[in-house]
């Protein structure tokens, strides 16, 4: 049985009016990057959220947007300083590359708040030792919605990460137009990250329900198959609803 365990908020940095990162002092929590944890202000009201942080960063981060009609988001956008948050004792997911075989290119492909594990998952050791291409694809609605571009540009600089932005709703220098799937079946993505997805990369996919089953589906269509334990393939996916 999970247990609740008492965190103290350090910092709440709002991105913009919807989107913020929560920055939280708690107990120290055994996970692998990738993996989420239900947070909550009270016990009956939770939901789970992927860690920012890499597993050995004492201090927690998660990164949300307001989802106006919601009953947690917008209450955890106004949380300040010295703030109670409430923290499962039990992270879990499967978005960890302790399940993703070798490969070639690692792609973390995600939009908007599913940015979030791909960015604990960066900030470990082991994408640079395992894969020999790493591309990180972030889509949003609007270009001030591109956030962490210091830490992605990090890993660029001392990595070599390829960094791939979708901006759908404005048109915007620097970034590709449009969505995901589009992108992936004209060629557009993979011209911008310099590196194809064939059979030797591996996808990892977070985010909009949506946009995992549409590109899932072109992946299918080039060939590539949903990644199991019993029968591995090229595609994991985590859905953020
Ligand atoms: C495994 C997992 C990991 C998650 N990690 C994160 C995370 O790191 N950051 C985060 O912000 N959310 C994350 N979520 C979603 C999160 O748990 C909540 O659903 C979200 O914060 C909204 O909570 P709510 O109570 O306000 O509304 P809910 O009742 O939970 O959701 C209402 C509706 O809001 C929309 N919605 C929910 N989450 C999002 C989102 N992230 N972006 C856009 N629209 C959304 C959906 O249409 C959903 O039906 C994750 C969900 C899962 C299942
Ligand atoms: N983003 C905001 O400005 C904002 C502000 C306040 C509150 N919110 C709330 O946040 C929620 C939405 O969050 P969000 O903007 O992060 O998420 P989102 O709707 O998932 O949009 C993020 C990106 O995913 C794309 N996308 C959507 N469906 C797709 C599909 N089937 N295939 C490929 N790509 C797809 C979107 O493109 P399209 O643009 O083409 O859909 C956009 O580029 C809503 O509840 C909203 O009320 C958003």
Redo the contacts with the bound molecule.
């Keep these: 049985m999970a247990k609740w365990l008492e965190a103290r908020v350090l910092e709440n940095r709002h991105w ?4 913020f990162s929560l920055r939280v002092e708690g107990p120290r929590l055994s996970f692998e990057a990738g993996q989420f944890v239900r947070i909550a202000l009270e016990e009956t009201l939770a939901r789970p959220f992927s860690f920012v942080n890499p597993p050995e960063d004492p201090v927690h981060e998660f990164y949300g ?6 009953p947690l ?1 917008p209450r955890l956008a106004l949380l300040k300083k010295g703030d109670r948050l409430l923290i499962a004792s039990n992270p879990a997911g499967f978005l960890v590359l302790s399940e993703v075989p070798d490969a070639e290119t690692l792609w973390l492909v995600s ?4 940015i979030a594990p791909f960015l604990s998952i960066l900030r470990t050791e082991t994408p640079w030792r395992r894969f020999r291409n790493v591309v990180l694809v972030h ?4 270009a ?2 591109l956030v962490y571009v210091e830490l992605i540009r990090k890993f660029s600089q001392q990595h070599g990460l390829r960094y791939v932005t ?4 404005e048109p915007t220098p620097g970034s590709l137009a ?5 992108a992936l079946r004209d060629g557009r993505m993979e011209q911008a990250a310099g590196v194809a997805v064939d059979g030797n990369s591996h996808v990892m996919l977070c ?9 899932q589906a072109v992946l299918v269509e080039r060939g590539l198959r949903k990644h199991r334990r019993r029968n591995p393939g090229h595609i994991t996916v985590e859905s ?1 609803w």
Excluded: Q, W, Y
């Excluded at 913009?16 to 989107?19: P, Q, V």
């Excluded at 449009?178 to 589009?182: E, F, L, V």
């Design positions: 913009t009016d919807a989107l947007i307001v989802v106006p009609e919601g988001s939009t908007g708040t599913g889509a949003v609605r609007h001030r919605e979708f901006v759908s709703r449009g969505r995901i799937p589009a985010g909009n329900p949506d946009m995992l089953k549409d590109t953020f």
